[in-house]
């Protein structure tokens, strides 16, 4: 069975209502991405970062998985799938995918400020006194601007071994998850599905650009990996 793997970002999950950042002008949910997504942001006002997850944390237990988180997991019938997503919710799983690594942590968990290591899941509300098992506040379990990707080796490791490589809902602009396409092998078949496919993506004969939304998209590729 041959390896497909699957690199997703924020566009897979707008179509269940989840807003992106990147289409309201640089504000996620009316925030400078900034002042919510950086260590600059939760040192400056630790509450109010709280408080725009728990927001994000709320809307995520009212959202469904859409068609083309569904199609993608139904692509396990046929290839050994595995998910490398930008995506912080967890529709991927909801929608029936069994193997997906978190590239940008997740919404479900938050962590120990100290112990990066200590993981917690968790579905309600995060308050300043939430503390990990060694007393130490509890944040986000979310990679922000300018910290490191923990999973990105793991990520390079599982692109190594694609035998076909999908982008889908990603503007390809997002580093270090952008320069994964690198390490896929030679001229294996790699199909980009985005409404707004890069400018600056570097298209060659082994890769196939399907211009649209991502359950459109999904429906396609379907006709064509799925006999």
């Known amino acids: 069975m041959k390896n497909l793997v699957v690199l997703s970002g924020a566009g897979i999950s ?15 949910e009316g925030h400078d991405v900034m002042e919510v997504a950086s260590p600059q942001g939760w040192n400056a006002d630790p509450e109010m970062v ?4 728990n927001q994000r944390r709320k809307q995520l237990l009212t959202v469904k998985p859409n068609k083309a ?6 692509l396990e019938k046929d290839y050994n799938v595995q998910v490398i997503t930008q ?21 479900f968990k938050v962590r120990s400020t100290k112990y990066e290591d200590l993981i917690y899941n968790w579905k309600k509300d ?11 506040q509890l944040r986000p379990h979310i990679v ?7 999973m990105l080796g793991k990520a390079i490791e599982i692109t190594q071994k694609a035998d076909i490589f999908i982008i889908i809902g990603t503007s390809m602009q997002v580093y270090p998850a952008a320069s994964l396409i690198e390490y ?26 399907l211009s649209e939304k991502a359950s459109i998209g999904m429906e396609k590729l379907m006709e064509i990996l799925v006999i």
């Open 69 to 74: 988180h569904v199609l993608v997991s139904e």
């Open 144 to 150: 922000w601007f300018g910290e490191a990707v923990p």
């Open 14 to 28: 707008a179509e269940s209502g989840i807003k992106t950042f990147r289409d309201a002008g640089g504000l996620w």
């Open 184 to 209: 896929t092998k030679p001229n294996i078949p790699i199909y980009f599905i985005d409404p707004n496919p890069a400018t600056s993506f570097s298209y060659s004969k082994n890769v196939t650009v």
């Open 87 to 107: 995506n912080v919710d967890n529709l991927h799983e909801r929608g029936g995918a069994t193997d997906v690594l978190h590239l940008h942590g997740e919404l």
């Open 50 to 53: 709280l408080e725009f997850y």
């Open 126 to 136: 995060l308050i300043i006194g939430d503390l990990c098992d060694e007393g130490y």
